[in-house]
């Protein structure tokens, strides 16, 4: 299964090329292989560098929500990041 954190838009250039932050990581991904505009400030999920489809704001941030909910708990040790995650912390919470 893949996993894909949203990721917002802070730079698009003239290749295509845009510069996303995600979870405040930066990195540079493609554009070519989404057939929506996209613009700065917008959220995508990525694909192994590929923008994969547009998320509304709204979705995304719940999203990073749950992924910081999620970091937190592997830091605090309430979920064991060597086994990926346990079912009762999920339904604990």
């Not at 802070?10 to 995600?22: F, L, Q, R, S, W």
């Not at 292989?33 to 590929?50: F, M, W």
């Not at 309430?78 to 604990?92: A, L, T, V």
Request: aromatic share 6%; charged share 30%.
């Amino acid at each position: 299964m893949c996993l894909s954190i949203p990721s917002k838009v802070i730079k698009i250039d003239e290749n295509n090329m845009a510069t996303v932050d995600t979870m405040g990581v930066k990195r540079e991904i493609t554009l070519d292989l989404i057939d929506e505009p996209i613009e700065i400030g917008d959220y995508i999920l990525i694909h192994v560098g590929y923008a994969m489809g547009k998320i509304s704001k709204e979705e995304a941030l719940e999203s990073i929500k749950a992924y910081e909910e999620i970091v937190k708990a592997m830091e605090s040790g309430e979920i064991d990041p060597d086994e990926g995650h346990s079912g009762e912390y999920f339904e604990s919470h």
